[in-house]
């Protein structure tokens, strides 16, 4: 079955400057890479997702890239603010088959003010 | 997206006891989840919930304990059975809706077994 690893496990960066979190998958089937942002005591939140015919995407502050042929991809946050503190899943799934997410095991960002 | 409610939100139990959690979604949904979240850790997937049939269990969950249903396109219910504090967890819905199917989570059940 698909397995994701995630670095790091913690990140601390000053606020204004760029975080980057790494993940790589092991199922050459994988097609979606999704990142969700998980607050303390609140559920997961989708904040930007990536299909395997696009090399990157980015949505204001927010981009991820992906390589497929190395099996890895990235979320880049650029002028971190305090707010931007959560912890942060990267996961992978299919868009056939079991279709379930596989999930990283998780970065905690801080930002700090 | 879709809107994922799910009840109870919280709660403490006994151990012993069993718990069952409820999924509701505003909109038919071809694909729903449970998932589970330990304390500090990462999100694992229970089973995928089939509409009108058994659900497909992970390795390492079982009907026994887990016992899901699904009787409809918008529903579904999570039993958490005979209970032990290791069950102690956020136990989470997620559904795949809209354009390419993304996946959504409900706001959680977060259970704690003494």
């Known amino acids: 079955g698909e397995n994701v690893e995630q670095h790091p496990s913690t990140l601390s960066v000053q606020e204004g400057d760029s975080a980057v979190i790494k993940c790589t998958y092991s199922?050459?089937?994988?097609?979606?890479f999704p990142w969700y942002k998980q607050e303390l005591g609140k559920r997961p939140q989708l904040i930007i997702d990536i299909r395997s015919n696009v090399g990157e995407k980015k949505d204001q502050r927010i981009a991820v890239t992906l390589n497929k042929t190395a099996k890895h991809f990235s979320l880049h946050i650029t002028e971190t603010q305090p707010e931007d503190s959560a912890v942060y899943f990267c996961?992978?799934?299919?868009?056939?088959?079991?279709?379930?997410?596989?999930f990283g095991s998780g970065t905690r960002l801080q930002v700090q003010p | 997206s879709a809107v994922i409610s799910q009840k109870p939100s919280r709660d403490i139990c006994q151990r012993g006891t069993s718990l069952t959690i409820q999924c509701q979604v505003d909109s038919q949904v071809t694909m729903m989840f449970w998932y589970r979240q330990q304390p500090g850790q990462s999100l694992t997937l229970i089973a995928t919930a089939n509409q009108g049939s058994e659900a497909t269990y992970e390795s390492g969950f079982v009907i026994d304990k887990f016992p899901i249903s699904r009787p409809n396109l918008t529903f579904s219910t999570l039993t958490v059975s005979n209970m032990s504090p290791e069950d102690s967890s956020i136990y989470l819905c997620?559904?795949?809706?809209?354009?390419?199917?993304?996946?959504?989570f409900g706001e959680g059940s977060w259970l704690t077994v003494v």
């Open positions: 997620s559904v795949g809706t809209g354009p390419g199917n993304t996946i959504y």
């Open positions: 199922d050459s089937a994988s097609n979606y």
């Open positions: 996961a992978a799934s299919t868009d056939t088959g079991r279709r379930a997410l596989t």
